[in-house]
């Protein structure tokens, strides 16, 4: 079945430090791939998308993925953390259709 | 840009009781969602429309929940009669174009069904 994986439920990385959040799916060709954020009680945001070529996307706010066809995962990351990166995180992906297939979410926890 | 506009926000209500949220998406963006998000989990897709016509709704329980998107604008999504379980965040998006295009979300509307 087509899926979409976040494996950690919950991080927690110091201010400043290098952060990566991971995302798997699964389906029988590339999928497009998104990552998305969302702050409390605010609507998700979209931070960066993958459809093809280069496999390393920029996207919003210091955030880049790596999207790795022999490992299926689309991972983010970012160098060094801010406070106001606490949120929730969303990976997504088209699986050959019109709909967005959402992970279950990372929540992010900065501490100072 | 003015993003997706929903309303309300917040809305409290009994069991067996209905409710109806709004949304106004991104002008000129034809294609328009509703998810539903449950505490901890990612957003669900309800239904989906292209203009005012219905792409996919496999995952609306028709039941109780059913949308409608006049003159391909304006969207409303009712709920008749709630269950507790209904209790969730319902999140409206639209689209320009095709997907290579994300999706822009609205803030939400929070339902508590007690």
């Known amino acids: 079945a087509q899926s979409v994986t976040q494996p950690d439920i919950h991080i927690t990385v110091s201010e400043g430090a290098s952060l990566e959040l991971r995302c798997n799916y699964s389906y029988g060709a590339t999928p497009y791939l998104f990552w998305y954020v969302q702050s409390p009680g605010q609507g998700l945001q979209l931070l960066l998308k993958?459809?093809?070529?280069?496999?390393l996307v920029q996207g919003i706010k210091g955030f880049e993925a790596e999207f790795k066809r022999s490992q299926s995962s689309f991972n983010l990351r970012k160098p060094s953390v801010h406070w106001s990166d606490a949120a929730e995180y969303f990976c997504?992906?088209?699986?050959?259709?019109?709909?967005?297939?959402f992970g279950t979410g990372t929540r992010l926890t900065i501490i100072p | 840009e003015a993003g997706v506009a929903q309303s309300p926000r917040y809305k409290i209500i009994e069991k067996r009781q209905s409710v109806a949220f709004w949304c106004n998406p991104i002008s000129g963006h034809a294609t328009l969602y509703w998810y539903q998000q449950i505490l901890g989990q990612g957003p669900k897709l309800l239904i989906q429309?292209?203009?005012?016509?219905?792409?996919?709704d496999s995952q609306l329980p028709k039941d109780r929940f059913s949308a409608e998107r006049l003159k391909g604008v304006d969207s409303t999504l009712k709920i008749q009669p709630a269950k507790l379980e209904d209790s969730a965040v319902y999140l409206c998006?639209?689209?320009?174009?095709?997907?290579?295009?994300?999706?822009?979300f609205g803030s939400g509307t929070r339902l508590t069904v007690v």
């Open positions: 993958y459809f093809s070529g280069d496999t």
């Open positions: 997504a992906a088209y699986f050959g259709n019109e709909k967005l297939t």
């Open positions: 998006a639209s689209r320009l174009g095709d997907r290579l295009h994300g999706y822009t």
């Open positions: 429309f292209q203009n005012n016509g219905v792409v996919d």
